[in-house]
């Protein structure tokens, strides 16, 4: 295992090249266009045209469940949809996220299918060039995929984590640039950062704790990539970390069940099913929620 140190100085060294640069199958086709004009019927009644929430990103864009061993309807997107169609009965939402999607992977292809598109990113694009002025909110999350075997049993993969965090320095960029390219000016475009389910490796013992702390600087590092790449491109940033309480192993609180552990491990076992049988990095419905809610308050001038 390598030291915390050498860990932090070679991590947050790639993260600061990637903040200078800058000064998780089954995704769903785009949903069926709406006509896109407003007029009268022919009793005088107006049709509203709908307007459109288009979301992209991997798993968790998805709502992948393990328990129901695939994407469903409980995502951050879908629970984040129904909170802003409360507001816009005709809001619509194009939901785009592919389990199993990498930087990579969302702007060649390679995972999901979609009609008309190559990939993820191309389908986004042509529907937002479509749409032009129709979109409301486009929402991103990326490039967990690119890190998430870096992190073993053993101990942190080095090279794999500075590999994983300059690929995402390098092409989340070019994916948030040419969706912002495409949707114009009209859209709201929030893209968040990542929480640490590693940390539920707490539970394990000594060795388990070293490694929950290393990997909170394998996330402190990749999250400055994707925040430069998000900022460089426009896109305001839904800071899941913080709300997770990421690096926040100074606050111990009761876990039923479990007992006293630092406030970073109890969210992840609360928000995530990695500390239930399933051992699994996505988050629960609960989870689900939390990450709806940072992505509302910055909608809403929140934070």
């Known amino acids: 295992m390598l030291s915390t140190s050498r860990t932090a100085r070679c991590l947050m060294g790639v ?20 006509h896109s004009t407003t007029a009268p019927d022919a009793h005088g009644s107006t049709h509203h045209a709908p307007d459109y929430y288009v979301s992209l990103g991997d798993s968790l864009a998805a709502g992948y469940q393990p328990n129901a061993g695939g994407n469903t309807d409980e995502s951050y997107t879908d629970q984040l949809y129904a909170r802003l169609r409360k507001h816009d009965p005709n809001l619509v939402h194009v939901k785009l996220g592919c389990s199993g999607e990498t930087t990579q992977t969302m702007i060649s292809g390679g995972i999901c299918s979609y009609a008309g598109a190559s990939s993820q990113l191309d389908a986004a694009v042509k529907f937002l060039d479509a749409h032009k002025g129709q979109v409301s ?12 075997g870096c992190t073993t049993a053993t101990g942190l993969d080095m090279a794999c984590a500075e590999q994983g965090i300059a690929t995402v320095a390098a092409e989340l960029p070019q994916i948030a640039g040419a969706v912002h390219k495409a949707g114009g000016a009209t859209p709201r475009y929030v893209g968040m950062n990542y929480y640490d389910p590693f940390l539920a490796a707490w539970l394990t013992g000594a060795a388990g704790q070293q490694l929950a702390k290393d990997s909170v600087t394998l996330s402190t590092g990749f999250n400055a990539a994707v925040q430069a790449g998000l900022h460089s491109s426009g896109f305001q940033l839904a800071d899941v970390s913080r709300t997770f309480a990421t690096d926040d192993f100074g606050r111990p609180v009761t876990l039923p069940g479990i007992g006293r552990v630092p406030l970073n491990v109890a969210h992840v076992c609360e928000w995530t099913w990695e500390c239930t049988p399933y051992h699994n990095i996505h988050a629960n419905t609960l989870g689900y929620g939390v990450i709806a809610n940072v992505f509302e308050r910055v909608l809403e001038g929140r934070r």
């Open 15 to 34: 993260a600061s090249a990637a903040l200078a640069a800058a000064a998780l199958t089954g995704a769903t086709a785009p949903a069926a266009v709406a």
């Open 137 to 148: 909110y486009v929402t991103l999350d990326i490039g967990a995929n690119d890190v998430d």
